[in-house]
């Protein structure tokens, strides 16, 4: 969609007030906002940082293109790619080879003024993000995980790619910030600590049910006794049993439930916090397991189709074991959600690189953990206890490389230095050619387009991500786009999606007044019959110690200009005020914009009073 601001002076001293009101044209020209500070020009002034959306779809593809033996290729051109969606060519639009800087160095900003421009959050090479998953890891898996984390950084003996790292609990949360800087990556590492995963992985893989484990234990009865009395207590026990099995499977249910969505609210809050920058961003994610793939089970397109052009997809069938039984389940229940997400990732460009936190593994790890000899059935049921958790974890890898190859990246599995598949996504950088064509088919109706790559060599690996969702990028009419917000002003991390800068101000006693210079190029517009409307909802919170929300206030502008004020609106930006009581307690500023006809965020955050 194309975008919208206005430089025009908004103010509002009560919580969402819709601002409708014909704005005198010259206040449209009044950019000084009563301070030099927020000067119109740093909104505009580096154009290359910001991509402006547009009325036709830009759909971007990174390759990441290897020779034989796994080396960049470099020197290529526009001319060389040849792009296909849906087996039809697509006329190269926009072509950035690798290497390409993705931003100036960050300026100081001046004192009591905040950012999230993209160069205040990282600049320079592509930006990697290491996902440490506690929420679907055992504590021993990330143990192993950090102590693989650390040996990475150390071996990085000068500043390389940004690196960001976070954690993923109940939430996502932000170990350290962008830096380029190992030593404060270290810092970051040493002081995690791992934790207990809360939501089990699934149902119990090591051995059979406790139903079967019930009627082998009565097989034989007891010598002497009354058969009636055993056959009896054989059935109590089996049904005893039974009901266990059940409530097993319905505590796996409900983990693997729970885990989905947290999952899918991570992967939307790196959308929120990545969309904004620039280029490839390439994500680590560490993990001992994914609880969904990344293509619904209600695809509109056939298993033959999909294998064809998702050739690293196995499809697995609903009873190969109970972990996959429950995720095929999750992809039917949560299939709009998961499209939207896969949506949203693409257009983030991000690519996801899981990599296994199991490690090599035979499948035979936990047969010694069953009972030991001692066990008669243990001893008779190692076969299938090992065919389960190996057929467990085959489902989890296909899903693993099935997530990478949708979104460009590549899984790291079945290998024991996982520092190297962090190593992996970080070579990717000088392999990435980033590849961009407006699909001829303007139709978008949410259904999976799938995209070819080709390049006249003989000798080159092409990895990029496979097809998109043509989703229309407007928010869903059940989707609460109010709780993304309160979500992202949580996360110790600016959201990059919608830029701004913004300056706090004493105004009344206990009151201050902030003031919002919103990039009007990252704000969606829609035609109207005078110009182009724009709708948007801005945000400041005070929050206190423990991480509480103390004070809100909102306003929405929601309106319509023409065509010349529209056109100043690109060149210098949108100015709008809110003011708000500074409660007792408070500590922190907390902004955010919100547009409401994409549903994109912007967030950034500061002290109180700096």
């Known amino acids: 969609m194309c975008t919208a601001g206005s430089a025009i ?27 030099s500070i927020l000067s119109a020009q740093q909104v505009a002034g580096d154009s290359s940082t910001v991509t402006v959306r547009a009325n036709t779809r ?29 087996g039809k060519r697509q006329k190269v639009a926009v072509f950035v080879p690798p290497e390409t800087a993705n931003g100036s160095r960050p300026t100081p900003l001046p004192a009591g003024v905040l950012s999230n421009r993209p160069e205040n959050v990282t600049s320079g090479a592509i930006p990697i993000v290491l996902v440490l ?8 898996d990330q143990a192993y995980a950090r102590s693989q984390m650390l040996k990475y950084v150390v071996a990085q003996e000068q500043a390389s790619s940004p690196m960001a790292i976070l954690t993923l609990t109940d939430r996502l949360r932000v170990l350290q910030e962008f830096t380029s800087d ?45 058969p009636r009395a055993q056959v009896n207590a054989t059935r109590a026990l089996a049904a005893e049993a039974a009901l266990q099995d059940f409530m097993n499977t319905q505590v796996a249910q409900y983990a693997i439930e729970r885990r989905t969505l947290i999952t899918l609210e991570a992967m939307r809050t790196l959308c929120h916090m990545l969309g904004g920058l620039p280029g490839r961003k390439n994500v680590v994610w560490l993990t001992s397991d994914l609880p969904f793939e990344l293509i619904p089970e209600d695809r509109s397109i056939s298993d033959a189709q999909l294998m064809a052009d998702l050739p690293s997809v196995r499809q697995k069938s609903a009873d190969t074991n109970a972990v996959g039984a429950l995720a095929s389940g999750q992809r039917e229940m949560h299939s709009s959600q998961i499209r939207e997400v896969e949506s949203e990732l693409a257009s983030a460009s991000i690519a996801i690189y899981p990599v296994d936190l199991n490690g090599l593994v035979s499948g035979m790890e936990g047969s010694a953990d069953q009972g030991g000899g001692g066990n008669k059935y243990a001893d008779t049921g190692v076969s299938d206890t090992a065919t389960s958790q190996v057929s467990s974890l085959e489902a989890s890898h296909a899903t693993m490389e099935e997530v990478a190859a949708q979104t460009g990246g590549k899984a790291y599995i079945n290998q024991n230095e996982i520092k190297d598949g962090i190593a992996l996504a970080a070579s990717d950088e000088k392999a990435s050619y980033a590849v961009g064509y407006y699909p001829e088919n303007k139709k978008w109706d949410g259904k999976l387009r799938t995209i070819k790559v080709k390049i006249a060599r ?62 009007a190029r990252t704000l969606t517009a829609e035609d109207v019959g005078i110009g182009k409307k724009i709708s948007a909802n801005l945000y400041a919170t005070i929050w206190g110690s423990g991480d509480k929300s103390l004070a809100e206030r909102t306003i929405m502008v929601d309106k319509s200009f023409d065509s010349a004020t529209y056109l100043q609106m690109i060149e210098h930006g949108m100015t709008a005020s809110i003011e708000v009581e500074i409660p007792a307690g408070g500590k922190e500023l907390r902004l955010a914009v919100l547009d409401n006809q994409s549903g994109s965020i912007g967030t950034v955050s500061g002290a109180l009073g700096q």
């Open 9 to 35: 002076r908004l103010t509002s001293m009560c919580s969402k007030v819709l601002i409708c009101a014909i704005l005198a044209p010259v206040l449209v020209f009044n950019t000084a906002i009563e301070t």
């Open 58 to 86: 830009l759909v971007m593809v990174d390759v990441v293109v290897t020779d034989r033996k796994g080396q960049p290729v470099s020197g290529l051109k526009a001319d060389d790619f040849t792009l296909e969606e849906n």
């Open 133 to 140: 998953d506690a929420a679907n890891s055992a504590f021993r």
């Open 182 to 226: 190992p030593q404060i990556l270290l810092a970051a590492i040493k002081n995690y600590k791992p934790q207990e995963q809360t939501l089990r992985l699934g149902p119990t893989q090591s051995g059979p049910s406790a139903t079967d484990q019930a009627l082998t234990q009565s097989v034989g009865g007891v010598p002497g006794s009354d």
């Open 458 to 519: 003989g000798d080159v690996h092409l990895r990029y991500r496979k097809g998109y969702f043509a989703i229309e990028p407007r928010p869903a009419k059940e989707h609460n786009y109010e709780q993304d917000v309160a979500a992202a002003l949580q996360v110790d991390a600016p959201a990059t999606q919608v830029i701004f800068m913004a300056q706090a101000k004493p105004s009344d006693p206990g009151k201050m007044t902030v003031v919002f210079l919103i990039d």
